[in-house]
Each structure stands twice: as structure tokens, then as C-alpha cells.
């Protein structure tokens, strides 16, 4: 035995070590994320309630391709996505350019103001935006004030799509403006002014300067803002209640309620949970072979 620690090199040494501070970690991401995720995998191979539990092998997600629901559903998550995602991470990034600029006054004041709507809480900001676009709200208080006809916000598929769309925006846009003003804190400055010097204008220089010295922060956002909007479950429950009809609601909306609202449905929930967590992957794995070159 001491024969064997006397072999061991300095970099076993040190794996050893590395290793040892790493295993509560990993054992307490195995117990709470893994064995959760492979449990609800043999959920969905199951249907039934409680102690009546019976395998059913493929048959719930042969129910998710027949289902009109879960198609609609996942139109709508997919229509957030590809509008919210894109326009929130441009957003914050032209904020967080503009909040670095070392001559600009007050910038701690306009990082705070920004970021606040982050911090506010999910069910208030719902009912803000629920107060504002109603029928009597104050949108449609100064449309009637200027002229134009009032709009039934949530009586419309796509008005209420849009208003959730905003809301996100409105709450996530301060989130991802403080990773990329961490990024830009790495960047020197000195970089921009050569880049002054050389002619180049302050449109040049956020493409050729600031967006390749951000991709890896840009890719980090990228695939968060989309695992977060797979998973949006929050404003299509407390804001438009996932109407007009089901319009607005989400795959996770929808997952709620086969498991808790109407007669649960625990298997096919569980096979509902399994095709997200299936397509977060996709889509951070293509996130990563186009972001990340390497």
C-alpha cells in the first residue's frame, strides 16, 4: 500500500484531489437531475394512477404525434422562441454595448432600470401586463385618445401571442445585457480606440470587435434564453390563462394540466417532459456546432 502511494505521480495526485472536491458535486447533480430524468423516462412508459401503474411501452408518445393539442402547443412554444429569442439577445447586446461606454453618465442608474424588470416578480408583472392590455386598460385608454379603434388584446390569438412575446422581452432583455456587459468588462479598451484610430466607426467595430470577442457569452445566452422558452410555463398561466381557446398555451402549460388540472395523466405528461428535454438537446447541440468552431 505504501509501495502504491509512493508511485503515484504529482498529476495522479492532483486528479485525485480534483476529484474529491468534485464528487459531492456530481453525486448531488446525479441524485437531483439524473435519477429524476431517468425515472421519468419509465413513467412514460407507463399509464394509469398510483398503485395501478401499467406498462404500456411507446404508446403515450405514439399519442403525442396524434394529438392536436400537443401540436398547437408546441406551435405556439416554437413561435415564442423564434421571435422572443432573437429580438431579446440583439436588444441586450446593443444595451450592453451602449452601457459601456466609459464616457457615459449615470450608466448605473440605466444598468439598474434595466435590469429591474428581472427582478420583478413572475405572477406581478403578469397582472401589470394583464391591467395594461385590457379592455379598458391604459393601451387601449390612449388609442381611444388618438384616434384609433381598441383592440381585444386577449380576445385574439395572435394580439395575445404578441403581448406575451413583449412581456418576455420586457423581463428577459436586462438578464442577458448584464452577462454581456461582464463580457465587454474583459475587452480592452484600448482595442476599441485602435480601431478609432484605423477609421473604423462605432458600427464597425461592434461587429468586427465586440460580436467575435462575445460568441462564446453570445452561445452561453443563446442556449439558456432557449432552454428557458422550451420550458415557458409562467406567462401563458398567469397571463393569457393559455386562451384565446388554447392559442397561447405552452408545452409546459399543457403538461400542467394533463397532470394536475384535468384527469392526471402522469405516463403521458412524463412522455410530453421527455420530447422537451429531447429537443433542448437538439437544439444546444446545433447552437454549439454553429457558435463554437472548436
Request: net charge positive; aromatic share 12%; proline share 4%.
Amino acid at each position: 500500500m505504501n509501495d502504491r502511494k509512493r508511485s503515484l505521480t504529482l498529476e495522479q495526485k492532483k486528479n485525485l484531489i480534483g476529484w474529491g472536491f468534485l464528487l459531492p458535486a456530481a453525486l448531488l447533480i446525479c441524485w437531483m437531475s439524473f435519477y429524476p430524468m431517468i425515472q421519468a423516462f419509465i413513467l412514460s412508459l407507463k399509464s394509469g394512477i398510483g398503485v395501478n401503474l401499467k406498462f404500456n411501452g411507446i404508446r403515450n408518445y405514439a399519442r403525442i404525434l396524434r394529438d392536436p393539442t400537443f401540436k398547437q402547443t408546441l406551435f405556439n412554444t416554437f413561435f415564442y422562441l423564434v421571435i422572443q429569442v432573437p429580438v431579446m439577445l440583439i436588444l441586450a447586446l446593443a444595451l450592453a454595448s451602449m452601457l459601456n461606454n466609459k464616457d457615459l453618465k449615470f450608466k448605473g442608474v440605466f444598468r439598474t432600470a434595466i435590469f429591474l424588470p428581472c427582478a420583478t416578480s413572475l405572477v406581478s408583472y403578469s397582472m401589470i401586463f394583464r391591467a395594461m392590455f385590457a379592455n379598458d386598460g391604459l393601451i387601449n385608454t390612449i388609442l381611444k385618445k388618438i384616434g384609433a379603434a381598441p383592440v381585444g388584446w386577449f380576445s385574439n390569438a395572435w394580439t395575445a401571442r404578441i403581448i406575451i412575446v413583449i412581456a418576455l422581452i420586457w423581463r428577459w432583455t436586462g438578464y442577458n445585457m448584464v452577462f454581456y456587459l461582464s463580457g465587454l468588462q474583459n475587452i480592452e479598451y484600448s482595442i476599441y480606440e485602435a480601431a478609432r484610430i484605423d477609421g473604423a466607426n462605432p458600427i464597425q467595430s461592434f461587429f468586427k470587435i465586440t460580436v467575435p470577442l462575445l460568441k462564446p457569452t453570445i452561445l452561453l445566452t443563446a442556449i439558456m434564453s432557449t432552454n428557458g422558452t422550451l420550458q415557458l410555463f409562467d406567462e401563458s398561466i398567469n397571463l393569457t390563462k393559455g386562451g384565446p381557446g388554447k392559442s397561447t398555451m405552452t408545452l409546459s402549460h399543457y403538461i400542467y394540466n394533463t397532470s394536475f388540472v384535468q384527469t392526471p395523466k402522469f405516463g403521458y405528461a412524463a412522455a410530453m417532459s421527455i420530447i422537451i428535454l429531447i429537443m433542448v438537446a437538439i437544439l444546444a447541440v446545433i447552437q454549439m456546432k454553429v457558435g463554437d468552431k472548436r
